[in-house]
C-alpha cells in the first residue's frame, strides 16, 4: 500500500486505533475537559471577566432611561460639545450610550462603590475598553448589557472604542471619573 492509493478499507473508523492515537485523542479530551472547568471557574472566580448581563432592546428605548438619567444627575458640561457629565448615586443605574463617533454622557463614579452600568449603541457596533484597566465589551445596537462595576481607584480612566465603525474610529474616545 502506498500513500497515493487509497486504503483498502476506506471507511476510517474501521480501522484499529493506533497506541499512540489513542493515548493522544485522551490527552486531547482531557484538556478539552480542563478548558472546559476553567471557563466556568473563571465566570465565577476571575476578576478579569466581567459577566454581563443581556437585555434586549431599542435605540429608542435606551436613549429614554439615558436622558433620563442625565436629566436627574447631570453636574456640569465638559468638552467643547458640552458633553454632560453625570454623578448618579452609588448603587444606582448608569447609562453609558455609543454612537458615531462619541460616547454620551461623561460618568462620574465614586470610589468603592458598586453601580450597575448600562452599555448600548444607537447604531453600529462599537466597543468599550476602558484603560488602563484594560476592560472590553463590545456595545451591540439592540441589546443593552449591564456590568457591576466598583471602580477601586480614584482618577481618570479613558474609554475607547476598539471595534472599527467607521471613517472617525479614531476619535471615539471620552473618559470616566473616579471620585
Ligand atoms: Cu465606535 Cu469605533
Avoid at 493515548?23 to 478539552?32: D, E, K, R, S, Y
Avoid at 443581556?54 to 428605548?61: A, F, I, L, M
Avoid at 448618579?88 to 454622557?105: C, E, I, K, M, Q
Amino acid at each position: 500500500m502506498s500513500a497515493i492509493l487509497p486504503p483498502a478499507e476506506r471507511l476510517w473508523w474501521k480501522h484499529p486505533l493506533d497506541r499512540v492515537e489513542g493515548t493522544w485523542i485522551a490527552i486531547a479530551l482531557v484538556w478539552c475537559l480542563i478548558m472546559f472547568a476553567m471557563m466556568v471557574g473563571w465566570h465565577i472566580y476571575g476578576s478579569q471577566n466581567l459577566s454581563t448581563e443581556t437585555y434586549k432592546t431599542t435605540p429608542e428605548q435606551y436613549a429614554k432611561k439615558a436622558q433620563a438619567m442625565v436629566d436627574k444627575y447631570t453636574i456640569r458640561t465638559e468638552t467643547a460639545d458640552n458633553i454632560p457629565v453625570v454623578a448618579p448615586p452609588p448603587g444606582s443605574d448608569v447609562y453609558l450610550t455609543a454612537r458615531l463617533w462619541n460616547f454620551w454622557p461623561i460618568i462620574e463614579l465614586e470610589k468603592d462603590k458598586t453601580y450597575r452600568l448600562h452599555l448600548s449603541s444607537m447604531d453600529y457596533n462599537h466597543g468599550f475598553s476602558l484603560q488602563p484597566v484594560n476592560i472590553n465589551i463590545q456595545i451591540v445596537p439592540g441589546y443593552e448589557h449591564v456590568v457591576k462595576v466598583t471602580p477601586n481607584k480614584s482618577g481618570t480612566y479613558s474609554i475607547v472604542c476598539n471595534e472599527y465603525c467607521g471613517i472617525n474610529h479614531h476619535t471615539m474616545v471620552s473618559r470616566l471619573y473616579v471620585k
